[in-house]
């Protein structure tokens, strides 16, 4: 495995590990503290609720709109004492909020809250001391309490949304059963290494990824890729850290320790794109910033209008304050942030891992998507169909040996295929020398002092090498051997089939449906690319496709007008990942952090490409419809406010203002809420 001559390197408590646990901590740490802020909020709600009772009791207004009278000596400054205590006590998160937004030149919501509560403050102070008009304390109070309960639900909400992620960074445990010798000891998981051997109990949480070393067991994955089937896990499997084993036990050879691991990639890039800005989200604030400024000039001339038409100035500074509140750019400022925090984590709690968000937004408008066929439609995994000898002194078994001794350095599922073969028909070992990996082509090496290649089909014409027309017509993939005898001679071929994936059946229908077209990249020859491009109904294929080749194919569909998704590896495929609109890697398990895609699919399932096109639809339907309903209602909410429709006698006092404020953020924290990913 890379990075051998680490395996020996003591994880110190500097460790990524150590950090991921420190910074664990810290993350716990920031959630106390925003449960400190919601304790806050809903503490200041009842004490400024409880207190507005007596403000109400002992306003003149409410005594005559109830009929009632209850007057005292010094009633009005004992009304001025309480009603300065919910102004200084309940509305100090907005006071303090309004001078952290003046001092970054960032108007907003504080600052129309804090402008209305001010204002209908110390007028009513001025009146308590003579001035002539009448006291606003019971609408200050009321519209204190309400905007106290509003953040109070926001906080909530928005903490909701982070709970999930919180929960992935709880998965991995404490302690775990290190193998030292012929016993087993407990030690932190922060203390592991490269190289270690550790022990998972049935039904215990796997502590770090690893290569199962003994042992056979189904692990559930579910938390990490949204797979709820449990996946079977043998010798030489990889294994996540968090996942679950589900019965067996199982040794596993330590192989990501700390920032390493997939949990804390996953952590990282769900907060990066949690907190990075799409264009629609700097849309919402500039929205959010315009809506300020437009209340603070629509108060005025309202303040202004209203003194102009002969009212007296208690009533003007009553629809002014009634403007402020309603304007407050709330639900606007919510309407996106709100959906991000979740379709971000609920996107990776189901294997859909968001690195750009604007990408993701932006696969509403995929018109085609380019497929890369192995791996990705197939199932990647092939087999040796038939090995054709073409020189009478290569043997079936002898051209089946010198495939083995190239491809044993290989990952890559052909390689795989075959070793299988050779390991099944017990053949002999060649030795090899001077090997060189060919990208996209082939491989080169010395074995038996001769010069020997194992070609692909497009690379054996740059050799000069012309194969059979009957191997061409051929279905599957084709591999080809040539070696050095008085010159490079085409010796023997290999046939390889891959079978078509169910899963790619149904993602092409759902895709179909939503009038997406497709089309096939594959390095296979014409017949084997028709002949799976066929079966899948696509729109088309390309063939003979070499790796830096894709990226033109995709520039091709692009300069036709079509808005490009590209699913590939995200290794080989990194150019053409890059040229799409939307770049999405697929199959790419544990190798997040070497991903150059928008999205990465943890899974290596077709099917939830179509479920990340979907779900990328309903965010963006989610994010509009927040934001019409947040736009839409201060269109009819403020001139409501200012009394344009006074002489009709509606008028919208400041509490009541207050109210519809508040409702319209939870009908958006609502909505957002109701974003689901859907499995197929």
């Given at each position: ?13 500097s460790s990524p590990m150590a950090e991921m646990k420190h910074n664990h901590d810290q993350e716990e740490g920031y959630n106390k503290h925003a449960g400190h802020s919601i304790e806050n909020f809903k503490r200041k ?211 990501g320790v700390g920032e390493e691991t997939y949990l804390s990639k996953v952590i990282k890039l769900v907060k990066n794109a949690q907190s990075s800005k799409s264009k629609t989200q700097l849309l919402a604030d500039r ?46 400022g919510l309407a996106v942030p709100l959906v991000v925090a979740i379709s971000t984590t609920i996107s990776a709690q189901n294997g859909l891992l968001i690195r750009n968000r604007t990408a993701f937004e932006n696969a ?317």
């Open positions: 495995m890379e990075h051998n001559h680490h395996n020996h390197e003591k994880m110190n408590h709600f009842y004490v400024s609720l409880a207190l507005t009772l007596p403000i109400l009791f002992l306003s003149p207004f409410i005594q005559d709109l109830l009929n009632i009278s209850f007057r005292f000596p010094n009633d009005q400054i004992i009304l001025l004492l309480i009603s300065s205590f919910v102004f200084f006590f309940g509305g100090s998160p907005f006071l303090v909020g309004a001078v952290g937004e003046i001092k970054h030149k960032a108007l907003g919501m504080m600052t129309l809250i804090s402008l209305a509560i001010s204002v209908a403050y110390f007028y009513s102070l001025a009146v308590t001391f003579g001035l002539g008009g009448e006291v606003f304390f019971w609408e200050l109070a009321t519209l204190i309490d309400i905007m106290l309960l509003g953040h109070w639900l926001e906080m909530k909400s928005a903490m909701g949304a982070s709970r999930a992620l919180e929960k992935l960074s709880q998965l991995i445990p404490d302690k775990a059963h290190l193998k030292k010798g012929n016993e087993m000891i407990d030690v932190d998981v922060g203390e592991l290494k490269r190289g270690d051997i550790i022990l998972v109990k049935p039904g215990e949480k796997i502590p770090t990824d690893g290569i199962v070393a003994k042992g056979e067991s189904f692990v559930n994955e579910s938390m990490l890729t949204g797979e709820a089937k449990p996946v079977s896990k043998e010798i030489n499997s990889k294994i996540i850290g968090g996942s679950i084993t589900e019965e067996g036990s199982l040794e596993i050879r330590v192989e929205a959010a910033f315009w809506l300020t400024l437009i209340a603070l000039t629509i108060g005025t001339i309202t303040f202004v209008t209203w003194l102009v038409l002969g009212k007296d100035i208690a009533f003007a500074i009553e629809r002014t304050a009634t403007v402020l509140i309603i304007a407050c750019p709330h639900a606007l509403r408008k995929i018109t085609t998507i380019i497929f890369d066929k192995t791996g990705t439609l197939t199932k990647g995994t092939f087999s040796v169909k038939k090995i054709y000898a073409l020189d009478n002194n290569y043997s079936e078994d002898k051209i089946l040996k010198i495939a083995t001794a190239l491809e044993q350095n290989s990952e890559h599922p052909i390689a795989r295929a075959i070793i299988a073969e050779a390991e099944n028909k017990k053949i002999g070992k060649l030795e090899v020398a001077s090997f060189k990996a060919i990208k996209g082509r082939g491989i080169e090496a010395i074995v038996d002092n001769k010069k020997t290649i194992i070609s692909s089909p497009g690379y054996l014409k740059d050799l000069g090498l012309t194969a059979p027309d009957s191997l061409n017509q051929m279905e599957g993939t084709l591999i080809f051997v040539a070696v050095e005898n008085n010159g490079l001679t085409l010796v023997g071929a290999l046939n390889l089939s891959d079978t078509i994936r169910d899963e790619s059946y149904d993602a092409i229908k759902l895709l179909r449906k939503e009038k997406i077209k497709m089309w096939m990249l594959t390095g296979d020859n014409e017949s084997s690319a028709k002949n799976v491009s066929n079966e899948l109904k696509l729109d088309g294929y390309f063939a003979g496709v070499l790796p830096h080749q894709k990226q033109e194919k995709v520039k091709e569909l692009q300069s036709k007008g079509e808005y490009v998704a590209m699913v590939g590896d995200g290794i080989n495929d990194a150019p053409a990942l890059a040229q799409a609109d939307v770049g999405i890697a697929i199959g790419s398990g544990t190798d997040i952090a070497a991903e150059t895609a928008d999205i990465i699919l943890v899974n290596s399932n077709p099917i939830d490409i179509a479920s990340l096109v979907l779900f990328g639809k309903a965010t963006y339907k989610k994010m509009v419809q927040n934001l019409a309903w947040a736009t839409g209602y201060n269109v009819v909410a403020i001139p409501l406010a200012a009394g344009v429709l006074a002489g009709s006698g509606i008028l919208l006092s400041p509490a009541l203002g207050a109210i519809f404020m508040s409702l319209s953020t939870v009908v958006v924290a609502i909505n957002a809420k109701m974003l689901k990913v859907k499995k197929y």
